[in-house]
């Protein structure tokens, strides 16, 4: 135990791509990075993750992760629950610090004070004191943005999303569809060139996510921005992702990378395209669904 | 009485005046109205002697007195009112703006939270109105020992709830900001400290019956003006009305201080659901 911390913190501080030896995923039908044409913006290197429980001792929640993703890409996480992928989104946040392995953020580390992602939780963590256009106006305030500029800025995001006539309004005041709206609006004001989100429509009823999927695809066409986003649906994934991660149940792996090839905008159309449907069963197969001790997943 | 509120909501009762529903609106005062009623004639039947236990006329008449001309004069209620006042008022703001602080830093500071806590746990279990007579020695017959008693009694609830309060801070709203990069006074300035007011604000409430009980036990103890000195003096001359009448005072005293409170807590926690059941029919 102590000679990995020790070791965790020289990978840490030497910024050396440390820990044992990274292990390629087994299929990885995707191109290096390199190939691909945009540079990394996300680059995980062989990252371990152990924390420390009272009744389990030392757990291993994250087993040596390693993976990229190119400026611009729409990159989805799918996992049982308790795979460690909430884990993974708050380490590239820098919220969480992780034990071994080197992870770079636009080729610095997450903590570093230039990396103010935009992230979006399961629940929208909005502040009940605070109007839907002052929670979304809260990077601005942090960051020290300029008001008039960032107000405007808000109107029009809160425009985008249909919340333009409830900018007034308090959180309790909206249905758990807006205040989830309000909460990506607040995640994109500082427009930052990387969105985390973390299973954001998992609390929505079915109809109201395919519309925030519609939605979040459009934001992302036309802003460009880079997106990682976990989910523990399948087909959502298949459906937003331009690459799906697929992570095994603790403690974490990536078992697979899988490019969807399936032709932008896609609608709700996409999802009887056969490439689709195969898409999703391959990955269902991955899982040992339709085997015995089968993992949740839905 | 629920069942007149029940008869009361039928759709046959139409009627725009109904005895039952007037009578549960009001029951407060009716049942005050009735219990003053009924002491007043059964003290007189069972001729109780005054000095035992006065009638309520005799209380009233013992107020009016005590509000009459001369304002100035120390047997009178206006100096005394002014005195137990300034000393509930006092302590209530320091204590409380010290109890915050001091709740504040036992919370966000490890080194604070080691080194002075044991001083607090050992401090609380301590009946504090039993310093009151020390006070006195220390701090003369002024107002000055009814504030530091005060202080007191009302530091403790407001450091243990601005302590539970900021403990109990949604995580997720810690790691929003953290995402951000966001200093920790903007963390605590934007997030932790206005998610805490719930809790601050039930720690105010206790407050506002504890300076008053600092201010009177304080004045008990030993002092020259104060509605808990005018309450001695009428005891000792057995004007047992007089006395009843000084806690008739001391009461709205402390449902005044303590409805501002709430009236404060209703303006700025408006986003905060109630806890407090006895607010919920107002």
């Not at chain 2, 009980?213 to 808990?228: K, Q």
């Not at chain 2, 000792?236 to 001391?250: E, T, Y």
Request: net charge neutral; proline share 6%.
């Amino acid at each position: 135990m102590n000679a990995r911390d020790a070791s965790a913190r020289v990978a840490e501080d030497f910024g050396s791509g440390g820990g044992p030896v990274a292990r390629q995923a087994h299929v990885s039908p995707v191109p290096p990075a390199s190939a691909g044409g945009a540079a990394p913006t996300i680059e995980v290197k062989g990252l371990t993750k152990t924390y420390k429980s009272k009744r389990e001792g030392s757990v291993l929640a994250l087993d040596d992760i390693s993976f990229t993703v190119r400026d611009g890409e729409f990159v989805c996480i799918v996992g049982p629950s308790g795979c460690g992928k909430s884990t993974l989104l708050k380490i590239l946040a820098g919220i969480v610090s992780h034990s071994v392995g080197t992870v770079a953020v636009r080729g610095k580390p997450p903590r570093d004070a230039a990396n103010r992602l935009g992230l979006v939780f399961q629940a929208p963590v909005l502040l009940p004191w605070r109007t839907v256009l002052q929670n979304t106006l809260l990077p601005a305030q942090v960051l020290g943005l300029d008001r008039g500029a960032a107000t405007a800025r808000a109107h029009e995001l809160l425009r985008m999303v249909g919340l333009e006539q409830f900018a007034g309004s308090y959180p309790g005041e909206l249905s758990g569809g807006m205040q989830q709206r309000c909460s990506i609006t607040r995640a994109l004001l500082h427009d930052p060139s990387i969105l985390l989100m973390d299973e954001p429509f998992g609390a929505l009823d079915a109809m109201t996510r395919d519309t925030m999927n519609l939605e979040l695809q459009r934001i992302w066409r036309e802003s460009g921005k880079t997106i990682f986003l976990i989910t523990h649906s399948i087909p959502e994934a298949v459906f937003l992702a331009d690459r799906v991660l697929v992570m095994s149940p603790r403690p974490g792996k990536i078992v697979e990378e899988i490019s969807v090839d399936l032709p932008r905008p896609r609608d709700l159309d996409t999802m009887s395209d056969p490439v689709f449907a195969d898409t999703v069963r391959h990955i269902r197969g991955l899982f040992g669904i339709g085997a015995k001790d089968r993992p949740h997943v839905d | 009485m629920s069942i007149e509120t029940d008869a009361s909501a039928e759709p046959h009762e139409a009627r725009a005046f109904s005895i039952g529903r007037l009578i549960d609106r009001h029951l407060g005062i009716l049942s005050f109205i009735v219990l003053v009623l009924a002491l007043e004639g059964g003290l007189t039947y069972f001729a109780v002697p005054d000095y035992v236990l006065p009638r309520p006329s005799q209380i009233f008449m013992s107020l009016v007195r005590g509000f009459a001309p001369p304002f100035l004069s120390p047997s009178q209620y206006y100096i005394n009112i002014a005195t137990t006042l300034t000393e509930a008022l006092a302590s209530f703001v320091l204590g409380s703006a010290f109890g915050i602080l001091a709740g504040t830093l036992v919370v966000e500071f490890k080194g604070v939270r080691r080194l002075a806590l044991p001083y607090v746990i050992g401090l609380q279990s301590v009946p504090k109105v039993a310093l009151a007579p020390l006070f006195v020695v220390w701090f003369g017959f002024g107002i000055e020992s009814k504030i530091l008693l005060g202080v007191l009694l009302t530091f403790f609830p407001l450091l243990i709830n601005t302590a539970a309060g900021l403990s109990s801070v949604e995580r997720d709203r810690i790691e929003l900001m953290s995402s951000l990069k966001a200093k920790r006074w903007t963390t605590f300035r934007l997030v932790k400290f206005p998610s805490a007011l719930p809790y601050i604000f039930a720690g105010l409430e206790m407050a506002a019956v504890y300076s008053i009980l600092g201010a009177v036990v304080g004045e008990f103890v030993g002092g020259n003006s104060g509605l808990g000195v005018l309450i001695l003096s009428r005891n000792a001359a057995l004007d047992i009305a007089g006395s009843l009448a000084a806690l008739v005072i001391l009461a709205v005293m402390g449902i005044a201080l303590q409805r501002s409170v709430a009236f404060a807590r209703s303006r700025m926690l408006f986003w905060a659901p109630v806890h407090d059941t006895l607010d919920s029919d107002q």
